[in-house]
Each structure stands twice: as C-alpha cells, then as structure tokens.
C-alpha cells in the first residue's frame, strides 16, 4: 500500500507562483517515475512533468520554462514550481508515482488532486 499526498495549492494571481509538493509513504521498496498530472474543468486530465528517479525530466511543452519538477529520493517526495501562472493552469493537481512495495511488484498510485486556481 502506498498513499500520496499533495500539498501546496491555493488561488493565486496571474503571474504569481506556487510550489506543490507530494509525499508518498507505506511499503515502499522504490519508486521508479514520479510525476504530475492536471485536470482543468471540462477536460481531459493530462500529463504535466514527470521525473526519473536519477532526475530525468520531461516537461509538457505549455508549461515548459515556468514550471520544474524535482524530488528528494530520501523523503520519497516529488515537487512542481510553478511560475509565471495563467488562468489556464487552473485545474486539480494530481500526483502519481510508479512504485515498487516491499515483496511486491511496480504499480501506478494516485494522489487525491490539489486544486491550483489562477485568477486574471
């Protein structure tokens, strides 16, 4: 069993910038890829960054230059610094992971979403 939890959503102002962090804890073995996905109203949800465990990125191209992922492998979290928002980056934040639970096999865990808001 593996929980993810993502913090640092919130409304901010076009322009402005928010750092959102997800932690993931249980019986992690080790987590390959590690990555974010967003859902804005209306839309599909879709991949954002996603990060390698030896810190290999890919970035989609709408919001490469202003967001960075990154992740601390010791605190088995990962990170999005997202800068230079727009109202159409508003959307609920998901968090996913494909880890590896002790005695078992790779699997793709979910968090529950942390809703961004960018106002104009």
């Known amino acids: 069993q593996v929980q993810l939890v993502e913090s640092g959503g919130g409304l901010v102002q076009a322009g402005g910038s928010l750092r959102l962090s997800c932690a993931a804890s249980g019986r992690i073995f080790t987590i390959n890829v590690m990555g974010w996905y967003r859902q804005a109203p209306g839309k599909q949800r879709e991949l954002v960054a996603t990060?390698?465990?030896?810190?290999?990125?890919n970035i989609v191209d709408s919001v490469k230059g202003r967001f960075t992922i990154s992740r601390d492998n010791a605190k088995n979290t990962v990170y999005l610094q997202m800068n230079s928002l727009k109202p159409e980056d508003t959307g609920v934040y998901y968090c996913?992971?494909?880890?590896?639970?002790?005695?078992?096999?790779?699997?793709?865990?979910w968090g529950q979403g942390t809703q961004v808001t960018v106002s104009s």
């Open positions: 996913n992971c494909n880890a590896q639970i002790w005695g078992g096999a790779y699997a793709d865990y």
């Open positions: 990060i390698t465990r030896n810190g290999n990125t």
